[in-house]
Nanobody
Framework: QVQLVESGGGLVQAGGSLKLSCVTS????????MSWWRQRPGKDREHVAT????????YYTRAGQGRFTISRDNAQNAIYLDMNRLKPEDTAVYFC????????WGQGTQVTVSS
């Protein structure tokens, strides 16, 4: 059974940092690119960052560029999202995502940034 379990969210003041984790199981993690997405209040879910399968290359959308860093640990079957200089507009539920023909999502972790 494929499982993606996020953790690390919480309440932080603007300018602060958080590190999100996503631990996976039930599939060969190293064979998949993995992504972070988020859903801000009243908005559609949006892509934040991806770590590719083959060589761990990373890319970011506008939502994640500059202040966020995605990383992966194939030995731990986990991906991470380091978020720095957080802003109130980063408040969202953050989701771990395995793209592909059989996509999978975690349950999400809430990040709240106070002004």
């Amino acid at each position: 059974q494929v499982q993606l379990v996020e953790s690390g969210g919480g309440l932080v003041q603007a300018g602060g940092s958080l590190k999100l984790s996503c631990v996976t199981s039930g599939f060969e993690f190293r064979d998949y690119g993995m992504s972070w997405w988020r859903q801000r209040p009243g908005k559609d879910r949006e892509h934040v960052a991806t770590s590719t399968r083959s060589n761990g290359h990373t890319y970011y959308t506008r939502a994640g560029q500059g202040r966020f860093t995605i990383s992966r640990d194939n030995a731990q079957n986990a991906i991470y999202l380091d978020m720095n200089r957080l802003k109130p507009e980063d408040t969202a539920v953050y989701f771990c995502h395995r793209p592909g023909p059989e996509p999978a999502w975690g349950q999400g972790t809430q990040v709240t940034v106070s002004s």
